[in-house]
């Protein structure tokens, strides 16, 4: 995660010292198990469905940590008024931990340029697509139009909002408690045990 070569943002020196104390520390240790790992599940509002011309409109994360969801672990944001700021906090909430999405080619590419564009930096996190993984941990039970609202009628849970990112987020915590514990049930016990499943489903159906 480093800055680009073009001119970065003009940011002042106790937002460039967060940035730097952000950049420096320790990447997730993905060989824990899941339960000692933390996992943040984030949600996009966004003013259109074009990365090069439209933009986010509000964020939300929901921590999930030790399989449990806690109401202090959240984060919400409408990238505003100082922008930098925001997404500074936002990066403080992150750490380290893995991103949870769900069909992630429809969310990167949005955060990638919100964070080139305020903080000047590439951002290159570790991400989980519920989208691959829900399939490929529920394959005779799951249902089989591989949809958000599908995954969600499928466990019970209520429909999401495209209005209310926080509600989204919650329920992709939640879509992601499942995948950890079917995970576990297969011996898939770590993050990095579950990034090299989400590979191998990739590879096999020849996604990139």
Known sequence: MRFFGKAAPVLSDAQRRRLAAWQEQAPAVLELSHYQSRYVALQLGLEGLDPERHAISALAAVGLFQGAIRPTDAFWM?????????????????????????????????LERALAARLGIEFRPVWLDLAVLLPELYREAGPTEATFAAWLEFFGLPPASARE???????????CQRVVQAARARGIDTPAALLEQLRARRWLHGEA
Not at 79 to 107: I, K, R, Y
Not at 165 to 175: E, F, V, Y
């Open 78 to 110: 409408t990238p505003d008024g100082d922008a930098a700021e925001a997404w500074l906090a936002w990066l403080e909430f992150v750490g380290q931990a893995p991103l949870v999405g769900f069909h992630l080619a429809s969310v990167r590419p949005f």
């Open 165 to 175: 990112p926080m509600q989204a987020a919650l329920l992709l915590a939640r879509l």
